[in-house]
């Protein structure tokens, strides 16, 4: 198959689309309203279904792949090994199975709807536990939905997990805008502000008046700012990264007085901007340009994508201690069958064009609770509490970045404990 012919290929023709009206899909009544405005309101569910012609041409892609030499004993420390990449893309290629993969994913809910003219993709489960709570949860890069597969039965059905009711949810699981299954903004100027106002429509259109947040990576900010300009709605925001909206410099003045622990963290960090940042700094400056060939090669995105879940996780330098191939390759293919990566990487840039001033300026007064990794350097809690209602920290005693794949029990116990008063 040509590029030319791939390259023709609707970005949703895979998505077998059939309207269901909120007044279907939620039990929400629009009654009054024109057919304009039903329409606009609509919420369409969808299944995942990708076309045999674009699985064809990632197997013909995978077997042109040119790997790069490598140097001897190199390890992970230049980058992806290349012995780890090539055994990946083999089993890629050739062991697996993508419509098994589908099969999961479409065990659960998928809507679209149009916000502000994008096509917002979102899971939806509801729980069958009349008190449950409304509970949106955000992704980050380079994560995507799938990140939450593990966590959606026991918050949505608690006591098939050995929980309690009373501590159930209605889970929703957008995808950024730019991400995945969601429509990429067409103009500058969508950061995370502009999700977060996206989001809190989303959640009002399913007719939610009160609800809480949980997010990571840039699922973190997204849900601060859900929490800071939806603040009559949001009863809880919960975060697996320590944020400030100012990260202040690691000056004599600043840290006097901070514990040894503390210095330490602020040390580790400062280690990690130099060495670990680099991947930041080219996204933010120059996407485009990385994405022709992330696009173009699925051995380059894999590549791309895999060495932060190798380096940002609680894995012992073995990938397979904390993800299968499989969880590893489905998140990949939400990138290379949506052709996502380049809108992915551009908030990045909005973010750098924000100047790195990611938070409201005002202090966030909607409870907040942490759970944080051991292995990723931490801010003092006293400097996070300049930006957040801190209400709860909580540090695990493992796991890394990808906490809702690598510990979700932890993650599921504290997002209970965390929100069991705010209900």
């Not at 995978?62 to 992806?80: C, I, K, V």
């Not at 990949?332 to 001033?357: D, F, H, P, V």
């Not at 809702?404 to 504290?414: C, I, N």
């Amino acid at each position: 198959m040509s590029n030319n012919k791939y390259d023709a290929i609707n970005r949703r023709e895979f998505i077998k689309v059939s309207a269901i009206t909120l007044a279907s899909a939620q039990g929400l009544a629009l009654s009054g309203k024109t057919d304009a405005e039903k329409q606009h309101e609509s919420i369409k569910s969808f299944t995942i279904a990708v076309p045999d012609s674009i699985i064809e041409d990632l197997r013909e892609r995978l077997e042109r792949t040119r790997f790069p030499d490598q140097l001897e004993n190199a390890g992970w420390s230049y980058g992806t090994e290349l012995s780890y990449l090539k055994e990946l893309c083999t089993y890629w290629h050739s062991g697996f199975d993508w419509r098994a993969q589908e099969r999961v994913l479409n065990s659960f809910g998928h809507f679209h709807t149009n916000i502000d003219g994008l096509m917002i993709h979102f899971i939806h489960q509801r729980s069958k536990e009349k008190k449950a709570v409304p509970l949106i949860i955000t992704h980050g890069w380079p994560g995507s939905f799938i990140e939450f597969t593990k966590i959606i039965g026991p918050l949505t059905d608690p006591v098939a997990h050995g929980g309690r009711s009373e501590d159930a949810f209605h889970v929703i699981c957008p995808s950024i805008p730019g991400y995945g299954f969601s429509d990429a903004p067409k103009k500058s100027g969508f950061g995370c502000k502009q999700v977060a106002e996206t989001f809190a429509k989303l959640m009002a259109r399913l007719g939610y008046s009160r609800y809480g947040a949980q997010g990571g990576d840039w699922g973190s900010y997204i849900s601060a700012w859900l929490a800071a300009i939806d603040t009559n709605h949001v009863n809880g925001l919960h975060l697996n990264a320590t944020l400030g909206n100012a990260q202040e410099e690691t000056t004599k003045e600043n840290t006097e007085g901070l514990s040894l622990q503390n210095t330490k963290e602020l040390e580790k960090m400062k280690k990690v901007e130099e060495t670990e940042t680099g991947y930041a700094a080219i996204q933010s400056t120059k996407p485009q340009s990385l994405g022709y060939g992330l696009n173009d090669s699925p051995a380059g995105l894999a590549a791309w994508i895999v060495e932060k879940f190798h380096r940002w996780s609680d894995c012992g330098g073995n990938i397979e201690k904390r993800f299968t191939k499989d969880i590893l390759l489905t998140n990949i293919m939400i990138y290379w069958i949506t052709q996502t990566i380049t809108s992915s990487m551009r908030l990045y840039s909005e973010a750098r064009a924000s100047g790195w001033k990611l938070l409201p300026e005002e202090k966030i007064t909607v409870p907040t609770g942490f759970i944080l990794s051991p292995i990723e350097p931490q801010l003092p809690r006293e400097w996070v509490e300049k930006s957040f209602n801190v209400t709860r920290w909580t540090v695990m005693p493992s796991g890394g970045h990808f906490v809702a794949l690598e510990e979700p029990d932890l993650l599921v116990e504290d997002v209970r404990g965390f929100f069991r008063g705010l209900r």
